[in-house]
C-alpha cells in the first residue's frame, strides 16, 4: 500500500469513527482532530511504544505562554510519562507540514510540562477540567520521572522526525514527531523496527568486529560480537523504547529499574562486566558487513535492529548512567548473539522473532502478548474468525492474532480501490478485535474491573495466566462457534457501553466503562441473552439506558470511596471492585431486549448510594 493510499485508508477511519460516534445517541461532537489522536495514540500502545492512552484536550494562555495538550500516557509506577499534541489538517492528499510548526506544537506541550512541574497551572484551572488530574499527577510525582516524551501527531509529512532534547526543570524531554509517513510504516507494514538503522561507523568509530556464520540451510544468519557500553546508551537514548519492540511490550513499565547488580558492576568493576553478565541478543532485518581496522571482519550496520533478550541489561546501563554520571561505560563491553532475518514470509518471520523471545528470556518467565499469537486459543480464534460470518452472511469479524496483521491483510488484499473498499465493507475496522481487546472485553465481563485498569499488557498477562493450566495443559477447552458468538457478543456489549460513557465523564472513563460492564454482569449477567447480541450486532437502546443509569452511579461510587487518591490507581485495587459491587444502585428498568426476565430483581434499591 502506497502513502497516498494509507492516508486516504487513514481519514476514512477517522470518518467512519466519527459517524459511529455521531450515531450514538447523547454522544458529544467528535472532534475530527481528537478522533485521529486517539487512534494514532491506542495504535502506539498496542505496539508497544507508549503506555495505555488517555485523550484529554487542552489549550490555553497562561502568561505570555501558549500551552496545549490533545492526550497522555503514564507507566503503572508513574516513573515515566507520555505527552501528546496533534495537528490534523484532514487532507486527503500527501502535505507537508513545516518543521516549524511541529516544533511549535512540540514547544507548547513542553511549557505545559513546565508549568505542571513548577506547580503553577492546577491553580490557573478548574477542577472539572480534562487535564486537571494529570496536572496534579505530574505535580506530584515529576521528582520520581525517569523518562519523558513529547509525541507530535500530525497526518501530514514532517521533514524531520525528532527534535534536540530539551532539559525542564531538571529532566531530560525526547522530542518526537509521528507523522503519516512514521505511521505508514508502522500500520501498514505491522514492523515498526524498519525505521531502526544502528551505523556502528557514527557509533563507535568504525565496524564491530565479529565472527559471522551464514545461514546456508536455515532461515537467519548468526553474528557473535561485542557492543561497547557506551555505544549500547547512546542506542538506547536515540530510540528508546522502540529499540524493545520485539522484547517486553510491558518492559516499558519497568524501563526505569536499575538492577542493582548491573548497577553495582558498572560502578565497582566496569572491566569485569562482560564476564558477569549474560549479554543480549539482537534480531535485524538486514546487515552490512565490512572489514575492522586490523582487517578482520564487522558489522558496519543493522538495519530493523530489536533487542529481544537483555533489555533490562540496556536499560539499566543507560539509567545508571544518567544517575551515576561518574560510571565509565568505554571500559564496559556487551556481549551480543546476532540474529539476521532472512525469511520472506512475515508471518513466519514474526514467529521466528516469539520463538527467539520465549526462549531467550525463558529464564526469567517473561510473559508477554506478543509471544502468545501462537497459543492454541488464539489460533483457533483466528480461524473462528476467518470462517464464522455475520448474521447478514456477508461480514465477519477479525481476530488480529498478530500485531498489525489486520492492516497486512488490507495491503496484501486490497490491490485495487474497488478490492479495498469490498474488503473494508466486509471486515471494517470497527469490528478488529486485537488479543489485548479481547482480554479486556472478558476480564470485564468475568467481573475483574480491577485487572483491566491495569491497562491491557498486564491484563492480557492475567487474562492468559486463566487459560493456563497445569503441565502445559489449558485449564478452559478451545472455543468452538458458540463460545466465540458468545465472546463477540461481550466485545460489542463492552464497545457500545465505552462510547456511552466517554461523552458523560470529563476524565477516567475507561476504569467507569469496565466497572459498568462488570457491574452489568454482576447484577444481571445471568439473563443477558447474548445469542441476540449476535443476532444483532448490536445492543438495544434500553439496555444502553440501563448503563447509562449505572454507570452514573458507578462515577459516584468510585469517587466516594477512593478517599482523595487518583481513581485510575483506587481502580487497580480489588478493594475498588468489592466497594462498587456491595453498593447499591437503581432498580434494573423494565423492557430490555437482550435480558430475560425473572420474577424478582437480584440486587436493587429505589436509590443510589
Same mark, same amino acid.
Given at each position: 500500500m502506497e502513502l497516498n493510499e494509507f492516508l486516504a485508508q487513514t481519514q476514512a477511519e477517522v470518518r467512519a469513527e466519527i459517524g459511529q460516534r455521531l450515531g450514538t445517541l447523547g454522544d458529544a461532537y467528535p472532534y475530527p482532530e481528537s478522533v485521529f489522536t486517539e487512534l494514532v495514540m491506542q495504535h502506539m500502545a498496542d505496539i508497544g511504544m507508549t503506555f495505555d492512552?488517555?485523550?484529554?484536550?487542552?489549550?490555553? =494562555?497562561v502568561g505570555n505562554a501558549n500551552l496545549r495538550l490533545s492526550g497522555y500516557a503514564v507507566s503503572e509506577e508513574a516513573d515515566q510519562l507520555d505527552l501528546f499534541v496533534s495537528l490534523y489538517q484532514g487532507t486527503d492528499e500527501i502535505a507537508p507540514v513545516s518543521d516549524t510548526d511541529t516544533k511549535t506544537a512540540a514547544e507548547q506541550c513542553v511549557k @505545559? $510540562? *513546565?508549568?505542571? %512541574? /513548577? *506547580? !503553577?497551572?492546577?491553580?490557573?484551572? &478548574? /477542577?472539572?477540567?480534562? %487535564?486537571?488530574?494529570?496536572?496534579?499527577t505530574i505535580q506530584e510525582c515529576y521528582a520520581n520521572l525517569d523518562q519523558i !516524551?513529547?509525541?507530535? $501527531?500530525? &497526518?501530514?509529512?514532517?521533514?524531520? #522526525?525528532? @527534535? =534536540?532534547s530539551r532539559e525542564v526543570n531538571g529532566k531530560t524531554v525526547r522530542l518526537e514527531v509521528m507523522d503519516i509517513e512514521r505511521l505508514h510504516r508502522h500500520w501498514s507494514e505491522g514492523k515498526p523496527r524498519d525505521e531502526l538503522v544502528v551505523s556502528f561507523e557514527e557509533v563507535c568509530g568504525g565496524a564491530l568486529p565479529c565472527v559471522y556464520v551464514p545461514g546456508e540451510m536455515s532461515d537467519y544468519d548468526y553474528a557473535l560480537t561485542v557492543f561497547p557500553g557506551e555505544a549500547l546508551r547512546f542506542i538506547y537514548e536515540k530510540y528508546g523504547a522502540r529499540l524493545l519492540e520485539a522484547n517486553v511490550r510491558s518492559f516499558l513499565s519497568a524501563a526505569g529499574k536499575v538492577n542493582k547488580g548491573i548497577r553495582d558492576t558498572l560502578r565497582e568493576a566496569p572491566e569485569r562486566f562482560m564476564a558477569y553478565n549474560n549479554g543480549i541478543v539482537v534480531v535485524a532485518d538486514e546487515a552490512r558487513l565490512g572489514t575492522t581496522a586490523d582487517g578482520g571482519p564487522g558489522i558496519l550496520w543493522l538495519k530493523g535492529m530489536q533487542i529481544v533478550n537483555g533489555g533490562q541489561t540496556t536499560a539499566s546501563m543507560y539509567f545508571t548512567k544518567k544517575k551515576n554520571p561518574d560510571v565509565d561505560l568505554r571500559r564496559v563491553r556487551v556481549p551480543v548473539k546476532v540474529i539476521v532475518l532472512r525469511s520472506q514470509d512475515s508471518a513466519a518471520e514474526e514467529a521466528l522473532i516469539a520463538d527467539i523471545s520465549r526462549y531467550a528470556n525463558s529464564?526469567?518467565?517473561? =510473559?508477554?502478548? &506478543?509471544?502468545? %499469537?501462537? #497459543?492454541p486459543f488464539h489460533v483457533e480464534l483466528e480461524k473462528l474468525a476467518l470462517a464464522t460470518y455475520c448474521p447478514d452472511g456477508v461480514s465477519r469479524w477479525f481476530y488480529e492474532r498478530a500485531a498489525g496483521s489486520y492492516n497486512v491483510m488490507l495491503a496484501r488484499e486490497g490491490t485495487t480501490p474497488a478490492r479495498l473498499r469490498k474488503i473494508k465493507e466486509t471486515i471494517p475496522t470497527a469490528r478488529k478485535i486485537s488479543k489485548t481487546d479481547l482480554a479486556k472485553y472478558l476480564n470485564a465481563w468475568a467481573q475483574r474491573p480491577d485487572l483491566v485498569s491495569f491497562g491491557s499488557q498486564k491484563n492480557f498477562e492475567r487474562f492468559m495466566d486463566t487459560l493456563a493450566g497445569e503441565d502445559g495443559q489449558p485449564a478452559v477447552p478451545l472455543p468452538d462457534v458458540t463460545a466465540f458468538k458468545q465472546m463477540i457478543g461481550k466485545a460489542i456489549l463492552f464497545k457500545a457501553v465505552h462510547r456511552l460513557v466517554r461523552p458523560m465523564f470529563p476524565a477516567f472513563q475507561a476504569n467507569i466503562a469496565a466497572y459498568t460492564v462488570a457491574l452489568l454482569s454482576h447484577l444481571i449477567g445471568e439473563r443477558v441473552d447474548f445469542d441476540r447480541i449476535w443476532? /444483532?450486532?448490536?445492543?438495544?437502546?434500553?439496555?444502553?439506558?440501563?448503563?447509562k443509569i449505572w454507570a452514573h452511579e458507578v462515577n459516584e461510587v468510585l469517587h466516594r470511596t477512593a478517599n482523595g487518591r487518583m481513581i485510575s490507581e483506587w481502580a487497580k485495587k480489588q478493594d475498588c471492585w468489592a466497594a462498587v459491587r456491595d453498593a447499591t444502585y437503581s432498580p434494573q428498568i423494565d423492557g430490555i431486549p437482550e435480558v430475560k426476565q425473572e420474577r424478582t430483581n437480584r440486587k436493587s434499591s429505589s436509590a443510589a448510594a
Open positions: 492512552p488517555i485523550p484529554c484536550h487542552y489549550s490555553a =494562555k @505545559f $510540562l *513546565g508549568k505542571c %512541574a /513548577e *506547580g !503553577r497551572l492546577a491553580s490557573t484551572m &478548574d /477542577e472539572t477540567n480534562d %487535564a486537571y488530574t494529570l496536572v496534579l !516524551r513529547i509525541y507530535v $501527531l500530525t &497526518d501530514r509529512q514532517a521533514k524531520a #522526525k525528532n @527534535f =534536540k529464564q526469567n518467565s517473561v =510473559k508477554l502478548s &506478543d509471544l502468545s %499469537a501462537n #497459543k443476532l /444483532e450486532q448490536s445492543v438495544s437502546s434500553q439496555l444502553l439506558d440501563q448503563a
